[in-house]
């Protein structure tokens, strides 16, 4: 299985990795062949060595020995997620699917999904363009207008085979649909022009859109915590250099030279 997933990120890359599994469960109950699962995954352009792929298929041929069981492929193939990490897959898809349907809308997808922690919004990227550009991920499915939950939780397997910690990929999915805490929101919408905008960011910072997790500047912080009285014999004022001036040196060494 690693060695399949391993060619579908080298041909498809890793955020299409979901398409394996959207392709098999797709198949007719005629076409759950192994040849038949063969010919779709080549389909999208994904080649597997023979020996390869008769190991991998080994594993999923029915008991009569021509039917291929793609429900049983698709729980191996979401398997190769370490529990770990599955655990945090597995609070994206409660959040985006909390009743348990199996299927996430990409309404539902374009209104959790929050880059207001994206990297490239730090650096003045448009919101929106990110938030369109994590759809078109998923453009294949499109027609559905929608995708299940298992093509989701693929979609995270191709994540995480090309994230090395596993604390970078729970940051991924936590801040991805703000896990952690509510999710944020820009200012409101200025009516400047889409151009005058671009060339505001690029004449000043100050004309640019704050993000919301740096309004605070760094001045402000403390300037409503509660003043706290304490005895003034604990206090520790110049412990460290009252006897300093005291203190003589030892000589001309390398330290003072």
């Known amino acids: 299985m690693e060695a399949l997933i391993a060619k579908a990120i080298e041909r498809l890359g890793k955020k299409k990795l979901w398409l394996v599994v959207h392709t098999l469960r797709r198949l007719n109950a005629a076409d759950c062949t192994v040849a038949g699962a063969r010919e779709a995954l080549r389909g999208i352009r994904l080649y597997v060595d023979d ?3 008769s190991e991998v298929a080994a594993q999923f041929v029915g008991k009569d020995g021509a039917t291929f069981d793609v429900a049983a492929f698709v729980r191996a193939f979401l398997a190769t997620l370490p529990p770990r990490r599955q655990y945090a897959v597995s609070l994206v898809v409660r959040k985006l699917d909390p009743e348990s349907i199996g299927f996430v809308r990409f309404d539902t997808l374009r209104e959790m999904y929050d880059v207001m922690r994206h ?3 730090l650096k003045r990227r448009d919101p929106s363009e990110l ?3 994590f759809i078109a991920d998923f453009e ?3 027609g559905e207008d929608g995708i299940t939950t298992e093509e989701l939780f693929a979609y995270y397997v191709g994540i995480s085979h090309t994230t090395l910690c596993d604390e970078d990929f729970e940051l991924r999915c936590i801040r991805s649909f703000s896990l952690d805490r ?3 929101q820009l200012d409101a919408e200025s009516p400047t022009p889409r ?4 060339r505001s960011r690029t004449l000043s910072d100050k004309n640019a859109a704050k993000h919301p997790l740096y309004e605070t500047t760094s001045m402000g912080y403390g300037k409503d915590c509660e ?6 014999k604990f206090s520790l004022n110049h412990c460290f250099t009252k006897y300093a001036p005291m203190q003589r040196g030892g000589g001309a060494t390398s330290m003072n030279m």
């Open 227 to 232: 003043k706290v009285k304490y005895d003034s």
């Open 131 to 133: 938030v369109d550009e």
């Open 51 to 53: 020996d390869k792929f």
């Open 119 to 121: 990297p490239l919004v």
């Open 140 to 142: 294949e499915a499109h």
């Open 195 to 198: 151009a005058g905008k671009l």
């Open 182 to 184: 509510p999710r944020a």
